[in-house]
């Protein structure tokens, strides 16, 4: 089957109900993968701006470039970007994410920019390392924090994601292919006072299956005060479906062997791939994916056209999620990493819900896009 781009699919993705929204357009004419956004809310006057990173690279160099909107996402100007001495070497760079602090970690303020990624994978005999760089100007200059983790083997060290608990912890999660033999990929976490520091990675999700392989974890706080990890199980038997727990404690996630619940939509449908999780302004939760598929297994009509939403923003118990148009839509993604891989959403401050997702050209590049939908943008399309 011929793959095709996102701009072949607005063509036909996009109704003429929707013309108010806003459009999809690139955000950068060169490579970017594995998208990043966050709306700022501890910058004092700076609240409200958007910030974006995509990965990028430049010959074999490989950086996170930092974008920024000021009009709620109606554009986006480039302000920063992020390398070290292992990045520019062509050792290869993957799998970021971008955080603010929403409260101080030891010397580093509230506000603070975290960007982190895996280093390393394309380095001969290669030692993956996950590496944080932090800025304190709205992501115009970046430092190197830390090396929290490298790696014992040539096992990979992939998605790292943050959270900041109440007593001021920072914790990392991220994707620990160094167990192969016992486990194929596991979850793991370690934690920092200052962001410098770290403990011993510890499992947080370690299935018995060998082959299964647990990863892309985002963890959320919910309107209740408790935390929730999505997260894929890839794996012949596990076929990247969606899971999600919840928390008291985003440092205690409970048995590291459990198997949560497949996530399915009301229609039976399910996302399966690179999920991603947003807590909207009115407490209820969207869940991203890559693909979509229909109960029968097979590709949905939906796939790359819609993502899910819950209104009961506990998470807990029987929760019914609804399908809902995707600001960004692609045709056609399949199991690759740029056709809609790992999709980022944020609320503007303006009411808009947006995206950004990366496409494949018709010459193989990869780009990122970036749109919005209006207010009306949780109507669901299943029941």
């Known amino acids: 089957m011929r793959r095709r781009t ?28 594995y998208p990043r956004v966050i709306r700022l809310a501890h910058q004092g006057q700076a609240d409200d701006r958007l910030l ?47 955080f603010e602090l929403p409260r101080d970690v030891g010397e580093l303020t509230a506000g603070t920019l975290l960007w982190s990624a895996s280093v390393g994978a394309d380095a001969p005999q290669r030692r993956m390392s ?7 100007d709205l992501g115009r200059s970046w430092q190197r924090l830390s090396i929290p983790a490298v790696a014992e083997n040539e096992g990979g060290l992939w998605e790292p994601e943050f959270a900041v608990t109440d007593d001021g912890t920072l914790v990392l999660w991220f994707c620990d292919e160094t167990d192969g033999e016992r486990h194929s990929q596991k979850i793991v976490q370690q934690t920092s006072r200052d962001g410098i520091t770290w403990t011993a990675p510890e499992p947080v999700i370690e299935l018995e299956d060998p082959s299964a392989r647990p990863g892309m974890p985002n963890v959320r706080r919910l309107p209740t005060g408790r935390w ?83 209104h009961d923003s506990s998470l807990e118990g029987d929760i019914r999620w609804v399908t809902e148009p995707v600001p960004v839509p692609v045709e056609d993604p399949w199991d690759h990493y740029c056709p809609n891989y790992s999709p980022t959403f944020t609320r503007t401050h303006t009411g808009y819900l947006l995206e950004i997702t990366s496409a494949p050209t018709d010459e193989g590049a990869c780009r990122p896009w970036y749109g919005s939908l209006g207010s009306d943008a949780g109507r669901a399309h299943s029941d």
Do not use: K
Request: glycine content about 10%.
């Open 130 to 136: 996950t590496r944080i760089w932090a800025s304190t």
């Open 228 to 310: 929730a990890m999505s997260y894929e199980i890839c794996g012949p038997h596990d076929l990247c479906r969606i899971h999600m727990r919840t928390s008291d404690d985003p440092r205690s996630w409970g048995s590291p062997t459990s198997r949560d619940p497949v996530i399915r939509a009301a229609d039976g449908t399910e996302p399966r791939h690179t999920p991603t999780l947003l807590v909207d302004a009115d407490g209820s939760v969207l869940l991203g994916a890559q693909m979509h598929y229909t109960a029968q297994g097979e590709l949905s009509a939906g796939n790359g056209q819609v993502a899910l939403r819950a």
């Open 52 to 98: 974006a990173s995509v990965v990028s690279f430049d010959g074999p160099s490989g950086f996170g470039a930092i974008w920024e909107s000021t009009d709620g996402g109606e554009t986006f100007s480039r302000v920063g970007t992020v390398s070290d001495e292992a990045t520019a070497g062509g050792e290869g760079i993957c799998c970021a994410t971008l």
């Open 6 to 33: 996102l701009s072949t699919a607005l063509t036909t993705a996009l109704t003429p109900s929707e013309a108010e929204d806003r459009s999809p357009q690139l955000l950068m004419e060169s490579t970017g993968i």
